[in-house]
């Protein structure tokens, strides 16, 4: 290895055809990484499914952005540090929505795959989404940022939201029961 920077060019000196590859290449390569590393560097991202269940009927909420008119669920980046994911997710639905939790939030176990930038390693990549159902109690009172929110039992929500990705999330959330 004759540079160490970044998008240096490395020749394989042998006998056999010449093996070129950039540092960052050598670098990335799983071999060359523990489990944990390989992990850290697929980003992920976290949906909210708050849930409303009252005498014998189950409503899920979902919000609407000022520059995007169709129901979504809320994504927010996974606890770090002393960060539980039951605080993480009862502040975010009680900050952006005005809700309560009534129990602790619970993280499905299917990841989807989409694409997105990876914070750590500065490109674009295999990201993953995971659901987080919250139950939670009240009516939604949105905050600012958001431009609203709809109430809506399974059906109705996964026949809003516009993105295959996002029903597999919510499907996923409501099957934790």
Same mark, same amino acid.
């Given at each position: 290895?004759?540079?160490?920077?970044?998008?240096?060019?490395?020749?394989?000196?042998?006998?056999?055809?010449?093996? &070129?590859?950039? @540092? =960052?290449?050598?670098? #990335?390569?799983? !071999?060359? +990484?523990?489990?944990?590393?390989? *992990?850290? /560097?697929?980003?992920?991202?976290?949906?909210?499914?708050?849930?409303?269940?009252?005498?014998?009927?189950?409503?899920?909420?979902?919000?609407?952005?000022?520059?995007?008119?169709?129901?979504?669920?809320?994504?927010?980046?996974?606890?770090?540090?002393?960060? &539980?994911?039951? @605080? =993480?997710?009862?502040? #975010?639905?009680? !900050?952006? +929505?005005?809700?309560?939790?009534? *129990?602790? /939030?619970?993280?499905?176990?299917?990841?989807?795959?989409?694409?997105?930038?990876?914070?750590?390693?500065?490109?674009?990549?295999?990201?993953?989404?995971?659901?987080?159902?919250?139950?939670?109690?009240?009516?939604?009172?949105?905050?600012?940022?958001?431009?609203?929110?709809?109430?809506?039992?399974?059906?109705?929500?996964? !026949?809003? +939201?516009?993105?295959?990705?996002?029903?597999?999330?919510?499907?996923?959330?409501?099957?934790?029961?």
């Amino acid at each position: 290895m004759a540079d160490a920077t970044p998008g240096a060019q490395e020749t394989a000196e042998s006998t056999g055809p010449a093996l &070129t590859m950039t @540092a =960052a290449q050598v670098v #990335l390569h799983d !071999a060359a +990484l523990t489990a944990p590393e390989i *992990a850290a /560097a697929d980003p992920e991202r976290l949906l909210l499914v708050p849930v409303i269940r009252t005498a014998g009927e189950t409503r899920y909420v979902l919000v609407r952005w000022p520059d995007w008119p169709h129901p979504a669920l809320l994504s927010f980046a996974p606890p770090v540090g002393t960060d &539980t994911l039951e @605080a =993480a997710a009862a502040d #975010l639905a009680r !900050a952006r +929505l005005g809700l309560v939790a009534t *129990a602790p /939030a619970r993280l499905t176990s299917e990841r989807v795959p989409v694409r997105m930038g990876s914070p750590r390693l500065g490109l674009q990549t295999t990201g993953w989404l995971r659901g987080v159902l919250q139950p939670v109690e009240g009516e939604p009172t949105p905050d600012v940022l958001v431009d609203g929110c709809e109430v809506l039992s399974i059906s109705e929500a996964e !026949a809003v +939201l516009t993105t295959e990705v996002e029903r597999m999330v919510l499907r996923a959330a409501a099957a934790l029961g």
